[in-house]
């Protein structure tokens, strides 16, 4: 069982789906580049896809299979409503304690690091509170961008797999990136031993 969190950014909140979002998913995971890198998103994207994707969260977190978090930002002018620009999920292997980070972000936000502000602090948290061992990612060859977003959040190219899947009737390799917990703990450790150094001086 997971219970899925409210994360604060500097600019962004990550919190649950609600129905209320549907219609911005239907409008931003519509746009066609974002389905075209993405293994699972539809397209086009119909009617109603987007309320049985977000019915499907309650599930996924019971059965602690899955993780899905809307990435919305903060700065709405004044107003208390945060606008919804994206969506970030970890997918999890409950015998093997790993998890698989997926994400995506719509188009007018792309380029404004919104993503690896995100995924920096579900990385985080799918460490040190779901207590993962590893969080992997895949990402297309042809789409530098996201390999570049799992870089910033320091994973490590693992592999690459040409031709490994079909899409839109072609072929794509998929580029995995990882990282281990000990590695997060490590920086942790690094961060924490500098801090005790000036306090000491
Ligand atoms: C991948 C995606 C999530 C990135 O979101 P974003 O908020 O724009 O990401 P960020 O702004 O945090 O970082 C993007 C980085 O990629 C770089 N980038 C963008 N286009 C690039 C390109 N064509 N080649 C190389 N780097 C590129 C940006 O310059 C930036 O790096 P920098 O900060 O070093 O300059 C977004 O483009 C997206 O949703 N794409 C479609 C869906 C998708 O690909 N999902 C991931 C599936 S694995």
């Known amino acids: 069982m997971l219970t ?18 549907a219609s911005d998913v239907q409008r931003l995971a519509g746009e066609r580049d974002i389905a075209a890198n993405t293994a699972v998103i539809p397209h ?18 019971e059965n602690g299979t899955a993780l899905n978090l809307a990435i ?9 409503e945060t606008i919804l620009i994206g969506a970030i999920s970890i997918s999890i292997d409950l015998k093997e304690k790993i998890g698989e980070l997926g994400f995506w ?9 919104y993503c690896t502000e995100a995924a920096k602090e579900v990385l985080t948290y799918g460490l040190n ?16 961008a996201s390999g570049r ?21 072609k072929k794509e390799d998929l580029i995995k990136y990882n990282i281990q917990s ?20």
């Not at 899925?4 to 979002?21: K, S």
């Not at 509170?129 to 530098?144: C, E, Q, T, V, Y």
């Not at 590695?183 to 005790?196: P, Q």
């Open 72 to 80: 919305t930002l903060k700065d709405n002018h004044d107003s208390q």
């Open 149 to 169: 977003v799992l870089q910033k959040i320091g994973m490590q190219h693992e592999d690459s797999f040409p031709n490994a899947i079909e899409k839109w009737g």
């Open 182 to 201: 000990n590695v997060i703990n490590s920086w942790y450790n690094i961060i924490y031993d500098k801090f005790l150094w000036l306090q000491l001086l």
């Open 105 to 113: 972000i719509g188009k007018p936000y792309w380029n404004k690091g």
């Open 4 to 21: 899925p969190p409210i994360l604060h950014t500097g600019r962004l909140i990550l919190r649950p789906f609600n129905l209320e979002d």
């Open 129 to 144: 509170n779901i207590k993962l061992k590893s969080i992997h990612a895949f990402h297309f060859g042809r789409n530098p």
């Open 44 to 61: 086009p994207y119909e009617d109603g896809i987007a309320e049985e994707w977000i019915r499907s969260h309650k599930i996924s977190c």
